[in-house]
Antibody, heavy 117, light 111 residues
C-alpha cells in the first residue's frame, strides 16, 4: 500500500523558514515525479511545486518561486520542501502527492504550516 | 482566482443526479490536456475520483462519471448518497506563462 507521510509543519514567524518532509513507502519512489499541493484554511487546492523522478528538474508556482526549494533523496524515499522567507499567505495545509501521469493518485494526510507573529 | 471555473455549490436530494462543470480555456482543457477530479470529504485529504477525463480508479463507484468537450469538463454523480457530500475539484495542466498544474476553485456538493 502506498503511503505518503508529511512532517515538519508548525508555527513560524513571518520571514522565517521551515523544512517539510514527506516519507514515502509502498512504491518505487525513484520512478515517480512528486508534487506539493497546499490548501489555505477554508480555501481550495493550489499547486506549489513538482520534481522529476531523479531530482534533476524542478518547477515552482510563481507565488513561491525564489523562496521555496524542492528536493528529494531517493535512497531515503523522502521528499523535502525547504520554505524560506515565509509570509502569512503561505499559511496552509501542505500535501505531498504522487504524480500518476498528470493526475495525483496518492496524497499524504497533510501537514499544517502557520505563519504568524 | 482559479484558471478553471467551477460553480461554488450544487445540491440534490438522495437518489438524484447532479453535475459539476469545469470550464477552462484554450491553454488547458481546450489544448487537449486531461482533466482529473478529486473528492475531499470534510477534514480529510483529497482523493482521486476521475482521471484522464473519464476513467475511474479502482474502488470508485460507477455512480461517478466524467466527460470532456472543447474547453470544458463535467463530473456527474448519479444516485446521490449522503456520503457524497464533499468538496469536488477539477484539475488539469495549463501551458500559459502563469500555468502549470491548475485546479478549479472547488464545488461543495450538499445532499
Amino acid at each position: 500500500e502506498v503511503q505518503l507521510v508529511e512532517s515538519g509543519g508548525g508555527l513560524v514567524q513571518p520571514g522565517g523558514s521551515l523544512r517539510l518532509s514527506c516519507a514515502a513507502s509502498g512504491l518505487t519512489f525513484s520512478n515517480y515525479w512528486m508534487h506539493w499541493v497546499r490548501q489555505a484554511p477554508g480555501k481550495g487546492l493550489v499547486w506549489v511545486s513538482r520534481i522529476n523522478n531523479d531530482g534533476s528538474s524542478t518547477t515552482y508556482a510563481d507565488s513561491v518561486k525564489g523562496r521555496f526549494t524542492l528536493s528529494r533523496d531517493n535512497a531515503k524515499n523522502t521528499l523535502y520542501l525547504q520554505m524560506n522567507s515565509l509570509r502569512a499567505e503561505d499559511t496552509a495545509v501542505y500535501y505531498c502527492v504522487r504524480d500518476g501521469g498528470s493526475c495525483y493518485d496518492y496524497w499524504g494526510q497533510g501537514t499544517l504550516v502557520t505563519v504568524s507573529s | 482566482q482559479s484558471v478553471l471555473t467551477q460553480p461554488p455549490s450544487v445540491s440534490g436530494a438522495p437518489g438524484q443526479r447532479v453535475t459539476i462543470s469545469c470550464t477552462g480555456s484554450s491553454s488547458n482543457i481546450g489544448a487537449g490536456y486531461d482533466v482529473h477530479w478529486y473528492q475531499q470529504l470534510p477534514g480529510t485529504a483529497p482523493k482521486l475520483l476521475i482521471y484522464g477525463n473519464t476513467n475511474r480508479p479502482s474502488g470508485v463507484p460507477d455512480r461517478f462519471s466524467g466527460s470532456q468537450s472543447g474547453t470544458s469538463a463535467s463530473l456527474a454523480i448519479t444516485g446521490l448518497q449522503a456520503e457524497d457530500e464533499a468538496d469536488y475539484y477539477c484539475q488539469s495542466y495549463d501551458s500559459s506563462l502563469s500555468g502549470y498544474y491548475v485546479f478549479g476553485m472547488g464545488t461543495k456538493v450538499t445532499v
